[in-house]
């Protein structure tokens, strides 16, 4: 049976608040008293829980970091991001995912409750953006990374979505390519709309296939385009995924890459290194909006302002021999 600060206290003849105080060496506690309580910590074997550690000053040393599916391909470095800096911070990090929907959002609840957490970074799920914002209006101290656009009336850290747009069509544009097929995410993402607006704004086309950020929305779109007769010499895909699915497909066609279709992606996975022809893509920073979003919390559980406007970070192109 696990050992409780309850136990601790009854062993030693003192309140859990006192037991609190010795773990947190606050100095209001009496050297007997605390050598008492210590003793007792050793006999009975007592590991503190981050709760009963933070409970006399406070704090519990935590930040709580709710995702949509850790499956999103870039999560990992958002994450790690994240995790180097709380940790360097002395913080520890609550990872809350919404994969099962409303039960992982009421399971999230149950931890705010309990204030198992100080302060919330958050990759925003779904449908869980009112519930975020009435945390924040609540006294919660929240950052969002990448804001998809939506604006938050909370602190967030973003990139240049629209820039990276433009970016990859002045690209295409410098190695002669004038007929574009544009591949999108879903249209209801604001980054999905600042992208393609960037993207248009500098090569116009009129041959745009909105689909998901998956491998199948590439492939699908270019079997189409091809089906129908679209003339296109470059395909611009709002993501890596896209992209691959799109050179599948192209190959498949017959189709040289980059000497028939040149080719773009966005956010530079991994992976981008490594298909054939590797990819020319847009970089997002997705670990060191991580490490921004989390430095930005912990400045505000410091007792530092919280900036009003979104920190925005920005996208690079990367050019390989796609494009």
């Given at each position: 049976?696990?050992v409780?600060?309850?136990?601790?206290a009854r062993?030693?003849g003192?309140?859990?608040?006192?037991?609190?105080r010795?773990?947190?060496?606050?100095?209001?506690?009496?050297?007997?008293t605390?050598?008492?309580v210590r003793e007792?910590i050793?006999?009975?074997?007592y590991v503190?829980s981050?709760?009963?550690?933070?409970?006399?000053?406070?704090s519990?040393?935590?930040?709580?970091?709710l995702?949509p599916?850790?499956?999103w391909?870039?999560?990992?470095?958002v994450l790690?991001?994240?995790a180097?800096?709380?940790e360097a911070?002395g913080?520890?990090?609550?990872l809350?995912?919404?994969n099962r929907?409303?039960?992982s959002?009421?399971?999230?609840?149950t931890?705010?409750?309990a204030r198992a957490?100080?302060?919330l970074?958050?990759i925003?799920?779904e449908?869980?953006l009112?519930t975020?914002?009435?945390l924040?209006r609540?006294?919660?101290p929240?950052?969002?990374?990448?804001d998809h656009?939506?604006?938050p009336?909370?602190p967030s850290?973003a990139?240049t979505?629209h820039a990276?747009?433009?970016?990859?069509?002045a690209r295409?544009?410098?190695?002669?390519?004038s007929?574009?097929?544009?591949i999108?995410?879903?249209?209801r993402?604001g980054?999905?709309r600042e992208r393609l607006?960037?993207?248009?704004?500098?090569l116009?086309?009129?041959?745009?296939?909105?689909g998901e950020f998956t491998e199948?929305t590439?492939?699908d779109?270019v079997?189409?385009?091809?089906?129908e007769?679209r003339?296109?010499?470059?395909?611009?895909?709002?993501?890596?995924?896209?992209?691959a699915?799109a050179l599948?497909?192209?190959?498949?066609?017959?189709?040289?890459v980059?000497?028939d279709v040149?080719?773009?992606?966005f956010?530079d996975?991994p992976?981008?290194?490594h298909t054939e022809?590797?990819l020319?893509t847009v970089?997002?920073?997705?670990?060191?909006?991580g490490?921004?979003?989390?430095?930005m919390?912990?400045a505000?559980?410091?007792?530092?302002?919280?900036?009003?406007?979104?920190l925005?970070l920005p996208?690079?192109?990367?050019?390989?021999?796609?494009?």
């Open positions: 049976m696990r409780t600060i309850s136990d601790v062993a030693a003192v309140s859990k608040t006192t037991v609190s010795v773990l947190n060496t606050r100095a209001e506690v009496d050297a007997a605390a050598a008492r007792v050793d006999v009975l074997g503190p981050s709760g009963a550690v933070g409970l006399a000053r406070g519990s040393q935590t930040i709580g970091m995702t599916s850790l499956t391909p870039w999560m990992g470095e790690q991001g994240v180097d800096t709380v911070a913080y520890g990090m609550l809350f995912t919404c929907g409303a039960d959002v009421a399971h999230f609840a931890q705010v409750s957490f100080d302060g970074l958050v925003l799920p449908g869980t009112d975020v914002t009435a924040h609540r006294g919660m929240v950052v969002l990374v990448d656009g939506h604006r009336a909370f850290v990139t979505n990276g747009g433009a970016s990859a069509a295409l544009l410098a190695t002669g390519r007929r574009p097929l544009v999108t995410g879903p249209a993402f980054c999905v607006d960037g993207f248009t704004d500098a116009p086309t009129g041959l745009v296939v909105a199948d590439g492939r779109a079997v189409r385009a091809l089906a007769g003339e296109f010499d470059s395909v611009f895909a709002h993501n890596d995924l896209i992209a699915g599948r497909a192209l190959r498949a066609a017959g189709r040289s980059p000497d040149a080719l773009v992606g956010d996975l992976m981008a290194r022809p590797p020319t970089r997002q920073p997705m670990r060191a909006m490490e921004a979003a989390a430095r919390l912990l505000g559980l410091g007792g530092g302002p919280m900036p009003d406007e979104p925005v996208t690079e192109l990367v050019v390989r021999r796609s494009a």
